[in-house]
């Protein structure tokens, strides 16, 4: 089956630094990978979807300066957490479509911003 | 806007009782509605499909319905065991999107 690997599971970064999470589709190419974000007992908030080789569109009140993604191949997405605060803890999680499977997610990173 | 509600945010049951989890959206125009589970900290597993056309799907204790036209869904769990303790999650695939719009959720717990 489709297999979409997440890594970090999990950092911790001081304020101020970037953290890059990757998500990279492993047997399979994803033209459209989508990232999540969910805090403590609540349901996932799609924060953008990303296409290969083009622009990601940003879902309304998330900051594509904030959250840079990056899917500059068909098995790698890139989401940047830039000038990370604590507020920005929380938990993002991947998710890549395929035509054949449908959507496969990732583990999931926990951050942590201290 | 489409908005995707889940009740009961939390259910607490003994081992072995059938449990029913609800699901309603509001905007049915949809494509497909999923169910999913995610276990404390982890991604999601995909448990069941449902196409707009369809009425239900069945996997093993897991039976999903599907009412477009009233925006509801329900996912029945047959004779419940720990291993089922997790979150659930209902998600719908909302015409001429790629994207996913997923319910608020329900954390399960089921004892021995």
């Known amino acids: 089956g489709a297999v979409v690997s997440q890594h970090p599971s999990r950092v911790i970064c001081k304020s101020g630094t970037s953290v890059k999470i990757e998500c990279r589709s492993l047997?399979?190419?994803?033209?459209?990978m989508f990232w999540y974000r969910q805090f403590p007992k609540q349901s996932l908030m799609l924060m953008a979807t990303s296409n290969e080789g083009s622009k990601a569109t940003y879902e309304q009140g998330v900051e594509k300066d904030k959250f840079l993604i990056n899917h500059a191949s068909l098995t790698l997405s890139t989401l940047t957490v830039t000038s990370a605060h604590p507020e920005d803890s929380s938990f993002y999680i991947c998710?890549?479509?395929?035509?054949?499977?449908?959507?496969?997610f990732g583990s999931g990173t926990r951050l942590t911003v201290v | 806007k489409q908005e995707v509600t889940q009740i009961p945010a939390a259910l607490s049951v003994p081992e072995g009782e059938n449990l029913v989890l609800n699901c309603s959206f509001t905007d049915s125009a949809i494509y497909n509605l999923q169910w999913f589970r995610q276990d404390p900290g982890k991604g999601l597993t995909s448990l069941l499909l449902i196409q707009s056309s369809q009425r239900e799907q069945t996997s093993g204790r897991l039976n999903a319905s599907l009412d477009k036209s009233s925006g509801r869904s329900t996912l029945y769990i047959a004779a419940s065991q720990p291993g089922d303790s997790a979150t659930y999650l209902c998600a719908v695939s909302p015409y001429n999107t790629d994207k996913l719009i997923f319910g608020t959720g329900t954390r399960l717990q089921v004892f021995p």
């Open positions: 998710s890549a479509l395929w035509a054949s499977y449908g959507y496969t």
């Open positions: 047997d399979f190419q994803a033209t459209t």
